[in-house]
């Protein structure tokens, strides 16, 4: 586990004002990782940082004098148009890097006009999904989820009897991945109206959003050996904000037996950022289980587990559907919660996954499953939010939506803040639904 260092001290400040705005979600204490270009250029993509309003680009800083040790190799590692290799170096690398650019980017540090000279603007960048992500596994961590969920699918036995005992998860797909701003068109699929005699192949008419967190896998495992608790953490690179956009009515026709299909695998779209443990060092909260109900078998058990295994990490849907948009008006929030009240933590995820021997590898996606809070107005998906279309939400500008129409755009957002620490931000994960083809 991280524990806190020089690079968390609160009091830090950047020669770089706009990292040292009390709202940013990129002060010296994050510095998180993207892949990213210039906006329409012919550049190749390559890692940064984000600090402020700027990124820090790894592929100029590796060419410079400024980084030397395992730092110097991190940064060039990160050069690449993906972060695989970066991630495969672990967290000593990882670290080394985040102190030397903590130490460069603080008030007073020597070399600042070369330094100055690797930034480049947010506000000229596009990015890319930050890895060739091999393999998506998909959890469903989030015990209030799975609740609200079942009572809609089996009303007389919502939570199935292995839930608090196995963190339930299945084999997503990694090829529709994509990454924040991407606009989709509504998928079709074969769905049946529980009255209908025989389904139909239809544009969802049930399109949903998961409010979910990504966690990326960092060095892998050999097949055939697990990664215990002890080091489970020591495995995971960082965490981004992830869509996991879903279609009900596909969904429920086609789970049973093996699960959901073509309901998923459409699109699932991630933030740029990717914040590392280390930068979240500082949210770490007790995991803790209700005393009645059952404690994790041995293997997914471990003191630091239980002392600080679980993030408090904010989380917030927005909703801008077209009119909103033509109207100029920003997105209104429909969802708020926190990462905090996930059952299962990282460390049980990573453990449980490799326990029989499954080999994780640098890049690999973990979803967590949709975040839902204790009450609904903490839920991560509209299925939830409207009891499954029953109760519509209500927007500020008088429209309402059970599900999501054609030209609507969700946001996720994702921060830390608490007194005595500073602020540690996810920054934006758009996406938007186009019209079915
Ligand atoms: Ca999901």
Request: with cysteine; proline share 7%; charged share 15%.
């Given at each position: ?112 006009t070369d330094t100055q000279a690797c930034l480049v603007p947010q506000a000229v960048a596009e990015f890319d999904v930050p890895a060739q992500i091999g393999d998506y596994t998909d959890f ?298």
């Amino acid at each position: 586990m991280a524990l806190l260092n020089e690079t968390h001290d609160p009091a830090l400040r950047s020669w770089l004002a706009s990292a040292n705005a009390a709202a940013c979600d990129f002060p010296l204490q994050n510095l998180p990782f993207a892949v990213f270009r210039r906006q329409g250029s012919a550049e190749a993509f390559r890692g940064g940082v984000a600090i402020g309003d700027q990124i820090v680009d790894l592929a100029a800083l590796a060419q410079t004098t400024l980084l030397n040790g395992a730092a110097q190799q991190a940064a060039q590692a990160g050069a690449a148009p993906k972060l695989n290799a970066l991630m495969a170096l672990g967290p000593a690398a990882w670290n080394a890097l985040r102190l030397a650019l903590s130490r460069l980017l603080r008030e007073g540090a020597s070399h600042q006009t070369d330094t100055q000279a690797c930034l480049v603007p947010q506000a000229v960048a596009e990015f890319d999904v930050p890895a060739q992500i091999g393999d998506y596994t998909d959890f469903y961590t989030s015990v209030h989820h799975a609740t609200n969920i079942g009572k809609q699918f089996r009303p007389d036995n919502p939570l199935l009897p292995n839930y608090k005992w196995v963190p339930i998860g299945y084999h997503g797909r990694a090829s529709s991945i994509v990454v924040s701003g991407h606009a989709f068109p509504r998928p079709r699929g074969q769905v049946k109206a529980p009255d209908a005699a025989v389904p139909v192949l239809a544009a969802s008419q049930r399109l949903d959003i998961e409010l979910e967190m990504g966690v990326f896998i960092g060095t892998g495992n050999a097949l055939g050996d697990p990664i215990t608790m002890t080091e489970a953490e020591n495995h995971v690179f960082g965490i981004c904000l992830l869509n996991d956009w879903s279609a009900r009515d596909l969904q429920g026709w086609e789970y049973q037996p093996l699960g959901p299909f073509l309901s998923k695998n459409f699109a699932s779209t991630i933030s740029p950022w990717v914040v590392t443990l280390e930068a979240l060092a500082p949210y770490r909260v007790p995991f803790t289980r209700p005393a009645d109900d059952p404690q994790p078998l041995p293997y997914l058990d471990s003191e630091a587990n239980r002392a600080g295994g679980a993030f408090d990490i904010q989380l917030q849907v927005g909703l801008q559907t077209t009119q909103m948009r033509q109207a100029g008006e920003k997105d209104a929030s429909i969802s708020r919660t926190s990462y905090r009240h996930a059952y299962w933590t990282l460390a049980q995820m990573v453990t449980h996954h490799t326990i029989n021997g499954c080999n994780l590898q640098p890049g690999d996606m973990l979803g967590t499953g949709t975040l839902s809070g204790p009450t609904l107005d903490q839920a991560g998906a509209f299925i939830e939010l409207t009891q499954g279309g029953k109760k519509p939400v209500a927007l500020p500008n008088g429209e309402t939506r059970t599900y999501l129409l054609d030209g609507d755009a969700v946001v996720l957002r994702g921060w830390c803040e608490k007194p005595g620490a500073a602020r540690v931000g996810f920054g934006e994960c758009w996406g938007t639904v186009l019209p079915a083809k």
